[in-house]
């Protein structure tokens, strides 16, 4: 059983930049990719950025191309979401989600075997 814990949401100003935090445990955190989704007051929840087990395949929405980059730390089993640019349409609650898998990313939510309780990221205009 995985659990994942977010950090680092908070209220920024439009342009401003967050960095999110995953930390995971209770499984062998090189096994999973791991993902960021978002969910806005009133719609589904997204996928936002995607990373593999072994940290070499990535994946992007097109929201956040360019302006967002995830990364992970093997040693403190933590992924990393860097949030510049913001915009006041990224404000929702950020999931971390964990996806066991052999290779490659998953941009799906059904894929993920374990989620976060999330992080509010706030973007005023």
């Known amino acids: 059983q995985v659990q994942l814990v977010e950090s680092g949401g908070g209220l920024v100003q439009a342009g401003g930049s967050l960095r999110l935090s995953c930390a995971a445990s209770?499984?062998?955190?090189?096994?999973?990719?791991m993902g960021w989704f978002r969910q806005a007051p009133g719609k589904q929840r997204e996928f936002v950025a995607a990373?593999?087990?072994?940290?070499?395949?990535?994946s992007y929405s097109d929201s956040v191309k360019g302006r967002f980059t995830i990364s992970r730390d093997y040693a403190k089993s933590t992924v990393h979401l860097q949030t510049n640019s913001l915009k006041p349409e990224d404000t929702a609650v950020y999931y971390c989600?964990?996806?066991?898998?052999?290779?490659?990313?998953?941009?799906?939510?059904?894929?993920?075997?374990?989620w976060g309780q999330g992080t509010q990221v706030t973007v005023s205009s």
């Open positions: 989600a964990a996806e066991s898998r052999g290779s490659g990313v998953g941009t799906k939510l059904y894929g993920y075997d374990y």
């Open positions: 209770g499984g062998t955190f090189s096994r999973y990719a």
């Open positions: 990373i593999s087990g072994r940290g070499s395949v990535t």
